[in-house]
């Protein structure tokens, strides 16, 4: 069974810093892209930052670059959300979510297809 565990969210002020952690379990981590994804309210869902564990492609979001950074500890079969400067419009909901089939050039959510259950990530100004 495929599961996916995310950790680290929590109250910052603006121009702190989180660390997110996603656990996984279940599936060849090697084989699969990772993807962080974040889902304000009434917003929709959008990829954050991803990255392919078979060759190493990334995509992140115009509105995280130079502050975000994402890594994959193979070993631990985790993948990391670094987020550094830290906005009020970065206040949302944060999942993480894995898909076999994916390049990680690839963050479209809508083609992921295993889930974390999110963690909150709040940032008051």
């Known amino acids: 069974e495929v599961q996916l565990v995310e950790s680290g969210g929590g109250l910052v002020q603006a121009g702190g810093s989180l660390r997110l952690s996603c656990a996984t379990s279940?599936?060849?981590?090697?084989?699969?892209?990772i993807g962080w994804f974040r889902q304000a309210p009434g917003k929709e869902r959008e990829g954050v930052f991803c990255?392919?564990?078979?060759?190493?492609?990334?995509y992140s979001a115009g509105s995280v670059k130079g502050r975000f950074t994402i890594s994959s500890d193979n070993a631990k079969k985790s993948v990391y959300l670094e987020m550094n400067s830290l906005k009020p419009e970065d206040t949302a909901v944060y999942y993480c979510?894995?898909?076999?089939?994916?390049?990680?050039?690839?963050?479209?959510?809508?083609?992921?297809?295993?889930w974390g259950q999110g963690t909150q990530v709040t940032v008051s100004s």
């Open positions: 990255i392919s564990n078979s060759d190493g492609t990334t």
């Open positions: 279940g599936f060849t981590f090697d084989d699969y892209a």
């Open positions: 979510a894995a898909d076999p089939y994916l390049s990680g050039t690839t963050c479209n959510y809508k083609l992921y297809d295993y």
